[in-house]
């Protein structure tokens, strides 16, 4: 007897259809009554769920923060930073390059909200100081004197292979990536 497939709970069904509209299409040109048409759900089981359409961006940021932050630190070898950077430059690569791909959702969501103090922009800082962070150990680990200046340089080499991912191909988009990371390694460590 072949086993019945278990469906997923509202609110992740809500979650995936959210992630995959809000994304292709912005999220303020996503209306909450798509997502709701997408998923096949009622309103009233919409706001059961999420109060309104900002607690909604605000959860898909925090499912988007916590996938590339499992991502970024599965591939974190404090032994080789060289190494860590490319595997970064690689995956950044593969992902931007991908159909689909419409650049960083982080980026994309603060063009839509500008407001330091709104929840959102709050999830967008947070995750993005994270990456920070995370790039500064990078630079720490490879014995970088000031290993926050070396942070922000390789944030910035990442936001643009991120841009400029989907109009490139994905092996030149990792190698320049890779070479740009280890230029500016190369420069903080000499």
């Known amino acids: 007897m072949p086993a019945k497939a278990i469906a997923k709970p509202t609110r992740q069904r809500i979650l995936d259809a959210t992630n995959k509209l809000f994304y292709a299409q912005g999220i303020r040109a996503t209306s909450a009554d798509k ?11 919409f ?27 599965s591939v974190h070898n404090p032994q080789d930073p ?11 690569g593969a992902a931007s390059c991908s159909p689909g791909f419409r650049g960083c959702a982080f980026i994309n969501a603060a063009a839509e909200y500008s407001d330091p103090q709104d929840p959102v922009r709050e999830v967008i800082d947070a995750h993005r100081n994270w990456m920070l962070d995370e790039f500064a150990s990078i630079a720490a680990d490879a014995g970088a004197q000031d290993s926050r200046a070396l942070a922000r ?18 092996q030149e988009v990792a190698d320049d990536l890779a070479q740009a990371f280890n230029a500016a390694l190369s420069v903080a460590i000499a």
Do not use: C, P
């Open 153 to 170: 340089q390789f944030m910035m080499l990442r936001d643009g292979a991120m841009v400029n991912g989907y109009l490139g191909q994905a």
């Open 47 to 73: 706001y059961r769920h999420f109060r309104n359409k900002n607690d909604l961006v605000v959860a898909y940021l925090q499912a988007q923060a916590e996938q590339e932050s499992a991502w970024f630190t």
């Open 35 to 45: 997502i709701i048409e997408e998923v096949g759900i009622t309103k009233v089981t």
């Open 82 to 92: 060289a190494g860590t950077l490319e595997a970064i430059a690689s995956g950044i």
